[in-house]
T-cell receptor
Framework: DSGVTQTPKHLITATGQRVTLRCSPR?????VYWYQQSLDQGLQFLIQ???????AKGNILERFSAQQFPDLHSELNLSSLELGDSALYFC??????????????FGPGTRLTVL | LAKTTQPISMDSYEGQEVNITCSHN???????ITWYQQFPSQGPRFIIQ???TKVTNEVASLFIPADRKSSTLSLPRVSLSDTAVYYC?????????????FGKGTRLSVIA
């Protein structure tokens, strides 16, 4: 158990809908990262927040947005969902900003299925 | 951000030592090298991290030559449960704001 929690574990929805994925980082960790992993694909970095502020952006679509709240939990919002958005979405946290010897700890993921 | 190159896949028999090499030619002075393991439908799990020479823990060893342009993850006497994808990551300089980014990884298959 990494200490990172994600809810829900599974989510099934229809095209065009909007969903929110939630992540609670390990106690004391300031950074939260979001990744997307499609079937047989590598991890695609979406976005990072550090202490409430956006720190880095990866291949995140305009239909996706995220935020980190004062209690450091984070939410990833996915809107106008398409079939291709079906994937595992992982959240990770790290103690600091992500560089150097900072280590990411991953949650169990949320499996999103868009029908 | 240092780019990493690792083999796409490797096969090994149970009980053998497995070495996975990662190339990172443009590694920066302050970069650390970190390896993660991922099982299907699970999040990656930290295995080992190093800066130079050799690091060993209860799971693996990490060998880093003096020029730091590559690193080798060594898994002693693998078992079927070591079948997973292994990712090599090289960190961004502390002055930058780009986090570690995962590549495609190496898919290790352990055969009985």
């Amino acid at each position: 158990d990494s200490g990172v929690t994600q809810t829900p574990k599974h989510l099934i929805t229809a095209t065009g809908q909007r969903v929110t994925l939630r992540c609670s980082p390990r106690s004391g960790d300031l950074s939260v990262y979001w990744y997307q992993q499609s079937l047989d694909q590598g991890l695609q970095f979406l976005i990072q927040y550090y202490n409430g502020e956006e720190r880095a952006k990866g291949n995140i679509l305009e239909r996706f947005s995220a935020q980190q709240f004062p209690d450091l939990h984070s939410e990833l919002n996915l809107s106008s969902l398409e079939l291709g958005d079906s994937a595992l979405y992982f959240c990770a946290s790290s103690p600091m900003g992500g560089a150097g010897e900072d280590t990411q700890y991953f949650g169990p993921g949320t499996r999103l299925t868009v029908l | 951000l240092a780019k990493t190159t690792q083999p796409i896949s490797m096969d090994s028999y149970e009980g053998q030592e497995v070495n996975i090499t990662c190339s990172h030619n443009n590694i920066a002075t302050n970069d650390y090298i970190t390896w993660y393991q991922q099982f299907p439908s699970q999040g990656p799990r930290f295995i080992i991290q190093g800066y130079k020479t050799k690091v060993t823990n209860e799971v693996a060893s990490l060998f880093i030559p003096a020029d730091r342009k590559s690193s080798t993850l060594s898994l002693p006497r693998v078992s079927l449960s070591d079948t997973a994808v292994y990712y090599c990551l090289v960190g961004a300089p502390p002055s930058g704001n780009t986090p570690l980014v995962f590549g495609k990884g190496t898919r290790l298959s352990v055969i009985a």
